[in-house]
């Protein structure tokens, strides 16, 4: 996606001035996220420890003047009118984004959609009277970053709060994950939406996402460790099938093994399903192979989350090492590109540890690393990335310093 140098707050007043020829009732923002080490795991009833960081999204937003709900997004320059929020429908094969108040899976007019159509559905004035909003973000789209929850969640603090709907950030982020759903066609797990929803400043969020309980973790102050992120410019889809695919063989493992869900496996379980256990019971080499990331990764995860608490911050970085090799090798989420960036940053002294985070298959890496190794990550990274890929000057590696930030509100 193209940004402008304009911060996406101007971008949306200004798009929603122009397209609907006044001034927004209200605003409102989410955050981006970045996931410290947890990945696949949030859909495996697993652990994750993200942060809510600087890139967000902003909407801007007023009741419809005619009834039809109005959409625009300023850095697509595209619109959408949708005639009845409470008869929504997605539908996968359809040329256009709307066609008689359906949208087509996975564009991402259905992000918004799915989320109006939620709200609609317990704010009888919402769907009555229709909205017009506009939409802008500093989140790059398809880079791990989480883009989606960050557009959902801040549509859904918009319209809850200008229909007069007061929604628990957990119930906020279980609405907004199940748009995501039925309407975008991905099977996504809580922890994007959650993060959006219930970021705290200088703290990651621990959170299980079987029992949906959240734990603060501070993160160590900016003297001592900042957290880089390396965006590889490779974009993905994770509506593809990709994600899905990992998410049915993990399904398909627990059912061998006999088990709720991937969370419920140790390794010492795991080992009794080896492949080479064959005919007689064993998980397939791709099963046991995404199983064991998982089971290892939860176990990364809290030993991550007690570092931190510690400030060991040298066990942090080795754990996020551990967690990009078994995403490579066991999930074979990664790419050369991620894997590139992650070599670059461990090879600098002060750097603790580096992984790909997000969903995989292109999008961004991170760094937990001392001020001057980020100084120098941010310098350094965009040439070095791209003499090792011949990419031309204008896909340089996106570098840049963010830290933990608040999630999901109304703007004054």
Request: a neutral charge; charged letters at 20%.
């Amino acid at each position: 996606m193209p940004f402008s140098d304009q911060p996406p707050l101007d971008r949306a007043t200004a798009a929603f001035s122009a397209h609907f020829a006044r001034d927004p009732r209200l605003l409102a923002a989410a955050p981006g996220r970045v996931n410290l080490i947890g990945e696949h795991t949030d859909y495996n009833d697993g652990f994750v420890l993200p942060i809510a960081i600087d890139r967000r999204t902003i909407v801007a937003i007023d009741w419809s003047r005619t009834a039809t709900t109005r959409i625009h997004a300023a850095d697509l320059n595209s619109s959408a009118e949708l005639t009845d929020l409470k008869s929504l429908r997605a539908a996968p094969d359809l040329a256009q984004d709307v066609d008689n108040n359906r949208v087509r899976t996975g564009s991402w007019v259905s992000y918004v959609t799915g989320v109006l159509s939620n709200l609609a559905a317990i704010a009888p004035n919402l769907a009555a009277r229709g909205v017009e909003l506009s939409i802008a973000t500093s989140v790059p789209l398809g880079s791990g970053l989480s883009s989606s929850a960050s557009l959902e969640v801040a549509v859904a603090t918009a319209a809850a709060a200008l229909a007069g709907v007061s929604i628990p950030p957990r119930d906020l982020a279980a609405l907004c994950r199940d748009a995501e759903h039925r309407f975008a066609g991905v099977p996504c797990g809580i922890m994007d939406q959650f993060i959006a929803a219930m970021g705290q400043p200088d703290h990651a969020l621990l959170i299980d996402c079987r029992t949906q309980a959240a734990e603060l973790v501070a993160m160590p102050g900016p003297d001592r460790a900042v957290v880089v992120v390396m965006d590889s410019r490779v974009k993905h889809s994770l509506a593809s099938g990709e994600y899905a695919q990992r998410r049915d063989t993990c399904r398909a493992a627990c059912r061998v093994m006999g088990i709720e869900s991937l969370r419920d496996a140790t390794p010492e379980l795991l080992s009794r399903y080896t492949p080479d256990v064959g005919s007689s019971g064993g998980l397939s080499t791709i099963e046991f192979a995404r199983a064991r990331h998982i089971v290892s990764e939860n176990a990364r995860t809290l030993a991550a989350a007690a570092a931190l608490r510690a400030g060991k911050l040298d066990e942090v970085g080795r754990l996020m090492l551990a967690s990009h090799a078994s995403l490579r090798d066991d999930y074979q989420v990664s790419c050369p590109e991620l894997d590139t960036l992650v070599d670059l940053a461990a090879r600098v002294p002060g750097v603790f540890g580096a992984r790909m985070t997000g969903g995989g298959f292109g999008g961004c890496a991170i760094a937990l690393a001392t001020p001057a190794a980020a100084d120098r990550l941010v310098r350094e990274i965009p040439a070095a990335y791209r003499a090792r890929h011949a990419l031309p000057a204008n896909l340089d590696a996106r570098v840049f310093i963010t830290s933990a930030q608040s999630g999901a509100g109304v703007l004054a």
